[in-house]
């Protein structure tokens, strides 16, 4: 079946780094894009970043732009979010998903538009 795991997650001192990964799975062909959500305790679940997966074409959310870069290995079906000058309100559960319908351009932000999601990978930045 079609799966997504994540990896990376974990505790950093803010303006520390950590890359995630999101690997996939069981898709008959490359959905038309990944993205990376964050979810923190009593808030609504945000759009961080995401990825097409034919011209890498990206979109990132204003709170993380300059910050974080998402990339992709199509060999490997690994997509990344390279996370740098991390602060405390980045902390949060990071999960990957797949959109495989492409209604927007150049990918979506909003999590309805994905229907597979991984299990999450926390990252917590405090000192």
């Known amino acids: 079946q079609v799966q997504l795991v994540e990896s990376g997650g974990g505790l950093v001192q803010p303006g520390g780094s950590l890359r995630l990964s999101c690997a996939s799975s069981?898709?008959?062909?490359?959905?038309?894009?990944i993205g990376w959500f964050r979810q923190a305790p009593g808030k609504e679940r945000e759009g961080v970043s995401c990825?097409?997966?034919?011209?890498?074409?990206?979109y990132y959310a204003d709170s993380v732009k300059g910050r974080f870069t998402i990339s992709r290995d199509n060999v490997k079906k690994t997509v990344y979010l390279q996370m740098t000058s991390l602060k405390p309100e980045d902390t949060g559960i990071y999960y990957c998903?797949?959109?495989?319908?492409?209604?927007?351009?150049?990918?979506?932000?909003?999590?309805?538009?994905?229907?597979?999601w991984g299990q999450g990978t926390q990252v917590t930045v405090s000192s």
């Open positions: 990825i097409t997966s034919s011209e890498s074409l990206t």
């Open positions: 998903a797949a959109d495989e319908s492409g209604a927007y351009y150049p990918c979506s932000r909003h999590a309805y538009e994905y229907n597979t």
């Open positions: 069981g898709f008959i062909s490359d959905p038309y894009a």
